[in-house]
């Protein structure tokens, strides 16, 4: 089974539109950690926002958001008031740690925002 | 600028062939990963090291080796080169041994031919 799911490969928005990339994942160790991460077409890979399996709260970093589901397994990022700025591979990712601290990572959503 | 650096940037070579691919993380970070992008494979994560030990293993081929020196600085060693093993190969750190904030370096493209 995959361990990381990216059911979208790409998707637009409307500059200023709120956006949602979906991430489900597959794991039976109690702890883990949640990421996602951007890839510009320059290539380059950016952190965007980390989310721990014990956390209560979901995680925010400026107009990132992590909406964590814990029950359905889906830990999907939430950007608000896209920009054109943001077009890019978006990459959701998972490290457990009772499994040797192995990252795994999805296959990617293409975002694209037009203007 | 991530501050983690790695060369060479481009390195084109031959089936069979071996390279080394050079690592520095950010001042004062202890840790450092390998990861490996494919267009077949997507993103794979293949290991990480902190200070110097062997931290966590993923799909890491045994024709690849890494170390990390006592200056941090890490290398990424593949051997008897396939075509496959064609990529974008990424190096990171981050602070602590589970540190979640990972920054990444601009990746060193290889091409096997």
């Known amino acids: 089974a995959q361990k990381i799911t990216q059911t979208q490969p790409g998707m637009f928005v409307q500059e200023k539109e709120a956006v949602t990339l979906d991430c489900t994942y597959d794991?039976?160790?109690?702890?883990?950690?949640l990421f996602w991460y951007k890839q510009p077409s320059s290539g380059e890979m950016i952190f965007l926002i980390y989310q721990g399996s014990y956390d209560q709260q979901n995680a925010t970093e400026g107009r990132y958001s992590l909406n964590f589901q814990k029950a359905r397994k889906s830990a999907n990022l939430v950007i608000s008031a896209s920009q054109l700025g943001d077009s890019a591979m978006y990459f959701c990712a998972m490290r457990e740690v009772y499994n040797f601290n192995k990252f795994y990572f999805g296959s990617g959503t293409k975002l694209n925002v037009k203007p | 600028d991530s501050g983690v650096t790695q060369t060479p940037k481009h390195l084109i070579t031959a089936t069979g062939q071996r390279v080394t691919l050079r690592c520095s993380p950010r001042s004062g970070d202890l840790s450092v990963y390998w990861y490996q992008q494919s267009l077949d494979q997507g993103l794979q994560f293949l290991i990480q090291?902190?200070?110097?030990?062997?931290?966590a293993k993923g799909n890491i081929l045994e024709r690849f080796s890494a170390q990390q020196f006592p200056d941090l600085h890490s290398e990424l060693n593949l051997s008897s080169l396939e075509l496959g093993d064609s990529a974008l190969y990424f190096c990171a750190s981050s602070a602590g041994t589970s540190s979640y904030e990972q920054y990444f370096g601009p990746g060193t493209r290889l091409t096997v031919t």
């Open positions: 090291y902190y200070n110097g030990e062997e931290r």
């Open positions: 794991t039976s160790d109690p702890s883990y950690g």
